[in-house]
């Protein structure tokens, strides 16, 4: 698997922001660019949308 820094800065955004819109406004990016960058963690970090319940 090959990462580049522009995944991880995209993935670092969603988590810094919460959002995936958020993420994108940040790095000037479209949301569907940031979850096609984000989606080569999902294999070894899958991620589950936030519900916004608490356990």
Do not use: K, N, Y
Request: a negative charge; zero cysteines.
């Amino acid at each position: 698997m090959h990462i580049t820094f522009r995944q991880v800065e995209a993935f670092l955004a969603v988590a810094d922001t919460g959002s995936f819109t958020r993420a994108a406004e940040l790095l000037h990016l479209s949301p569907s660019a940031v979850t096609r960058a984000v989606a080569i963690f999902d294999p070894v970090l899958p991620l589950q949308p936030a519900t916004g319940a608490t356990p």
